[in-house]
C-alpha cells in the first residue's frame, strides 16, 4: 500500500503540554590517577574529562547537570598533556564528589533523586572501574582502584534505583565481568532503561594502546584509554582520541542512538572484549544520550525513530521509502527545508 | 570541587598546576640513584630476591643463581627440575619459595607442593612475594594489559583474594616492612600498605625497561633488560 505525502508541516513548532525536563548525568570514575601513560591509572582521568567534555560540548549537557564522582573529590590537574587538563577547555574544575561509595550513595538518595522527576532523563556512566564474579552473572562486584571497596550489584542497583523517576535511563558501564548487569535475575534493565557494558558476564575489560608491542602498550604515548571507552566517546563525538575523524553513525543520520553505539562497540576492531546491551523495552534504536537532537542535511529512506526531549531540522527529506516517528517529549522544531516525499510514512507522537 | 555555580575561575588552578608539575618532575629524579651494576648474561631474569642479604635470581629455565656482591660475579646454585615453569621466587626466613604457571606454591625442601591456588582460565602467574603469613602474586591475563590483572594475596591455607588491581606492566614485587612493593615497567614505584591496601605512587626510576624488584633496607635492585645488567639503585 502506497502511503501519500499527508501534509505539509504549517506550523514551525509543536509545543507538548509537558513541563520542561531537564537531563542529568552522573559520571563515575572509581580510581584516580596519579600519572601520566600508566595503566589502569592515568585513564580514570583521561576517561573521564573526555566523557565530560563530549557531554558538555557535544551532547547539549550542562555543568550544573552533570555529577562527577572521582578520586578524592578533586580534578587531576598534573597531566602533562593539554588535553586533559580542565582549563584546556576553559574551566576551572570538573569533579564534584569523591568517589567512596559511601558518597556515592548518599549522594544519589540525598541530592540527585530527590532533583529528578517523571519528565527528566538520566544518563548514568561509569567511566572506568573494576569488577569481578565468583560464578554467574548474578554475583558481580564493583572494585575501586583507589579504595578497598568491593560492592555486591545488588546494592549497587539498589543505590542507583533509588532514582526512580526519570522518562528515559542511559547506562554505560565499563568493567570487567560488567555484563552481570545487563543479565541474569539482577540487573539494571526495565522498560524505560538501556544499558550498554564493556564486556560480557564472564570476561575481562581491556584498554587499547594505539601504540603497542606485544600486547603491551608503548611507553611514553598521551592516548591510553579504556577500549570501550575510546569506541564510545570517539562515536558520540565524532572525532577520537587522536585527533581523527570516528563514524559511530550506522544508519546515515548524523545522530547516535544508543542501539548504534552497542552495534559500533561490538563490531569494532579496537574491542577485545564483547560488549553487551540490556534493552527490555526496545527503545534503544530511538533513544540518546543527547536530547537535543538536530537532524540536518539528512535524506532518510528506512526505519527511523526518536523519541527524545528536542528534536530541530534543517534540509531534511524523508524519501519516498522512508518511515520516520519523531517522538519529542517537548517540541520539533522545522527551521528549513523539510520534504517528505510522496510514498514515505511520517508520524509525529 | 567542581563549584556548580561558576566554573571558569581557572587562575588559581593555573598555578597548582604549575607548582604540582615542578614538584612530581623533580621528586621523580632525585628518589633514587643508581650505585652499581652487574652484568648477568646468558640467562634470562625471571624474578629476583634477597634472602640472607645475597641477591638471588631465578631464571627462565628454573635455575637460581646467586649474585655475590663480594667477588662481584654471579654463581649457579642450583636448578629445579619441575615440568612447570617458575615464574616467581621469594624467601621467607632461610627457606626459599616458588610459584610455578599452574599456581603451585612450592618450598625447596623436596617435599611437594606447599600451597596451591586456582588460577583462572586464560590467566597466569607472575612474581612471588611473602610475609609471615601471606603470599602474593600477579595474575596476569594471557591476552597482555587486562582490567583484571591483579596482585592476589594466598593464605596458609591456600585461598586467594584480590589485593589490589596491577597499574601498568608488572615487572616486580617484594616486601618490606609491611608494605608491598610494586614495579612497573616504566620503572614507576608504587607502594601498598599491606593491611589497608592504600598505595602511594613513590617515585619513578631513573631506568625503564626492567625487570625483577628487590630491596634491602636503602637499596633496590632490579635487572636491565637493555644492558643486561642487574642494577643496585640508592633509595633516598
Request: overall charge negative.
Amino acid at each position: 500500500m502506497i502511503r501519500i505525502l499527508f501534509f505539509i508541516i504549517a506550523f514551525s513548532f509543536i509545543l507538548k503540554d509537558v513541563a520542561f525536563a531537564e537531563n542529568y548525568a552522573i559520571l563515575i570514575s572509581a580510581g584516580k590517577a596519579t600519572t601520566d601513560d600508566l595503566f589502569n591509572n592515568s585513564e580514570f582521568w583521561y576517561d573521564l574529562i573526555l566523557a565530560y567534555e563530549d557531554l558538555i560540548n557535544n551532547q547539549n549537557y550542562t555543568h550544573d547537570n552533570v555529577f562527577v564522582f572521582y578520586g578524592d573529590g578533586d580534578d587531576w590537574l598534573s597531566s602533562n598533556y593539554n588535553k586533559y587538563k580542565p582549563s584546556y577547555y576553559g574551566w576551572s574544575s570538573i569533579v564534584d564528589f569523591d568517589n567512596k561509595w559511601s558518597t556515592i550513595k548518599d549522594t544519589l538518595k540525598n541530592y540527585i533523586a530527590p532533583l529528578i522527576n517523571n519528565n527528566d532523563n538520566l544518563h548514568i556512566r561509569w567511566v572506568v572501574g573494576h569488577g569481578d564474579i565468583i560464578s554467574s552473572p548474578d554475583d558481580y562486584s564493583a572494585y575501586w582502584q583507589n579504595r578497598s571497596e568491593a560492592i555486591a550489584e545488588s546494592v549497587i542497583i539498589n543505590a542507583f534505583d533509588q532514582i526512580s523517576n526519570y522518562t528515559r535511563r542511559k547506562i554505560l558501564w565499563m568493567t570487567c565481568h560488567s555484563g552481570c548487569l545487563a543479565k541474569g535475575n539482577v540487573n539494571f534493565n526495565n522498560s524505560k532503561t538501556t544499558i550498554i557494558t564493556s564486556s560480557d558476564w564472564d570476561e575481562a575489560s581491556y584498554p587499547y594502546c594505539p601504540y603497542s608491542s606485544n600486547g603491551y602498550c608503548i611507553n611514553n604515548f598521551v592516548d591510553l584509554h579504556a577500549e570501550f571507552n575510546w569506541v564510545i566517546t570517539s562515536s558520540l563525538s565524532g572525532i577520537d582520541p587522536l585527533g581523527n575523524s570516528y563514524n559511530g553513525d550506522q544508519n546515515n543520520d548524523d545522530v547516535i542512538s544508543m542501539q548504534e553505539l552497542y552495534n559500533v562497540a561490538d563490531t569494532s576492531s579496537v574491542m577485545d572484549s564483547d560488549p553487551q546491551i540490556g534493552d527490555n523495552g526496545s527503545i534503544a534504536n530511538k533513544i540518546f544520550i543527547n536530547e537535543d537532537l538536530v537532524l540536518e542535511n539528512v535524506d532518510l529512506s528506512n526505519n527511523y525513530e526518536y523519541w527524545v526531549e528536542n528534536i530541530t531540522i534543517r534540509d531534511f527529506t524523508i524519501l519516498n521509502n522512508g518511515n520516520v516517528i519523531f517522538e519529542p517529549n517537548v517540541k520539533i522544531i522545522i527551521e528549513k527545508n523539510f520534504e517528505a516525499k510522496v510514498g514515505c510514512f511520517l508520524e509525529i507522537k | 570541587m567542581k563549584s556548580r555555580n561558576n566554573k571558569n575561575n581557572i587562575l588559581p588552578k593555573l598555578l597548582i598546576i604549575l607548582i604540582s608539575n615542578c614538584y612530581l618532575s623533580t621528586k621523580a629524579q632525585n628518589n633514587f640513584e643508581i650505585s652499581k651494576t652487574w652484568e648477568v648474561q646468558n640467562h634470562e631474569v625471571v624474578d629476583i630476591t634477597i634472602k640472607n642479604d645475597q641477591l638471588l635470581l631465578l631464571t627462565s629455565n628454573n635455575e637460581i643463581m646467586q649474585l655475590d656482591t663480594v667477588d662481584n660475579y654471579i654463581k649457579y646454585l642450583f636448578i629445579l627440575k619441575k615440568s612447570s615453569k617458575l615464574t616467581g621466587l621469594t624467601s621467607i626466613n632461610n627457606d626459599f619459595y616458588f610459584i610455578d604457571d599452574k599456581g603451585n606454591i612450592t618450598k625447596n625442601d623436596n617435599n611437594g607442593t606447599f600451597k596451591q591456588f586456582r588460577i583462572p582460565k586464560n590467566y597466569h602467574t607472575e612474581f612471588l612475594a611473602a610475609n609471615d603469613s601471606l603470599f602474593f602474586t600477579c595474575l596476569l591475563n594471557n591476552n597482555g594489559l587486562s582490567y583484571s590483572n591483579r596482585i592476589v594475596s594466598i593464605n596458609k591455607s591456600g585461598n586467594d583474594t584480590i589485593f589490589a588491581y596491577i597499574q601498568g606492566s608488572p615487572v616486580g614485587i617484594c616486601i618490606k616492612e609491611g608494605y608491598l612493593w610494586y614495579l612497573a615497567r616504566q620503572g614507576i614505584i608504587i607502594m601498598y600498605d599491606i593491611k589497608s591496601k592504600e598505595w602511594t605512587q613513590i617515585g619513578e626510576l631513573p631506568i625503564s625497561n626492567v625487570f625483577g624488584l628487590a630491596l634491602i633496607e636503602d637499596l633496590l635492585f632490579t635487572y636491565d633488560l637493555n644492558t643486561k645488567q642487574i642494577i643496585k639503585i640508592k633509595i633516598k
